[in-house]
């Protein structure tokens, strides 16, 4: 069976985008430190909930500017409360400011007391699913983050996972995804649930490879407000499935339900 035009559409706009095109920062430095230091990317990975992406890619570089590192030792030996300190410093902040401090803190304990200091040692031969559940072992870590961690090792750090189930593979349902979705017809509703069954729908064997090239789509061209329909590669494939109601998804916050029943907040903006 043919692909939907507009399935076929994204995968082939998603062989053209670049890795920097997934984790957007605010100054070159921000960029050179997440593809240098693999401790800075899990860093802001697990932070990626809910806060514009340029802020949580640059987040460890502000961190790292602030205190003159950025390492596993230094985070696991300090308390919540001086974490809380740092991150409230900032002059741009996690969404979560509270959890933070905590999900950082776990993730450098596991990385110092399992791992022996080097978070690479989390994917280094390892399967997709150890990754997966390992980093859902993080406070505030669901099903979606874990997923979109092993997409971004598999797309920008040419980690190869061996027995990875690209069937299994899921959209991380942002507000991004669902208005992307949306507005080509995908689904019927704006909601992240309708948004992962599609995904499965129209691309069975690997729905998670709608994932990059719709969330880049969503955030440079199919914005909330005045979309630049235009400029946009699904030009001539979208029926723009737009109204008054849904033109400000970026306003709204989703509870994304996966298939064991559980709940997952999702903000604004990855």
């Known amino acids: 069976m043919d692909k939907d035009p507009r399935i ?7 062989k053209r985008i670049y890795p920097r095109d997934l984790f957007p920062v605010r100054c070159e430095e921000a960029a050179v430190l997440i593809e240098k230091n693999p401790f800075a990317f899990a860093f802001a990975a697990v932070l990626d909930r809910g806060t514009k992406a340029e802020i949580i890619w640059t987040v460890p570089y502000y961190i790292q500017k602030y205190t003159g590192d950025l390492n596993p030792h230094f985070f696991a030996n300090k308390s919540i409360e001086e974490l809380e300190n740092i991150f409230q410093s900032l002059l741009e902040k996690p969404r979560y400011i509270n959890d933070a401090p905590r999900t950082v803190k776990e993730l450098s304990e596991m990385v110092l007391n399992e791992y022996n200091g080097d978070v690479t040692r989390i994917w280094k031969g390892k399967s997709a699913s150890y990754v997966k559940r390992t980093f859902q072992r993080i406070y505030g870590v669901g099903p979606g983050i874990a997923s979109m ?7 920008c750090f040419k980690v190869h996972f061996k027995d990875v189930d690209h069937k299994s593979m899921d959209v991380k349902p942002d507000v991004h995804i669902v208005r992307v979705f949306y507005r080509l017809g995908l689904i019927k509703n704006p909601n992240p649930t309708e948004a992962v ?28 407000v005045l979309p630049r329909c235009e400029e946009c590669p699904l030009e001539n494939v979208c029926p723009k499935n737009m109204d008054e109601k849904n033109l400000n998804l970026s306003r709204k916050c989703y509870r994304y339900k996966d298939d064991n029943n559980n709940y997952s907040l999702l903000g604004k903006e990855r």
Do not use: H
């Open 149 to 155: 961690i092993v997409l971004l090792l598999e797309k």
């Open 8 to 14: 076929k559409a994204l995968l082939d706009f998603g």
């Open 197 to 224: 069954e599609a995904a499965r729908r129209f691309n069975p064997e690997y729905p998670g490879a709608l994932d990059a090239p719709t969330w880049v789509v969503g955030r440079k061209w199919c914005i909330s």
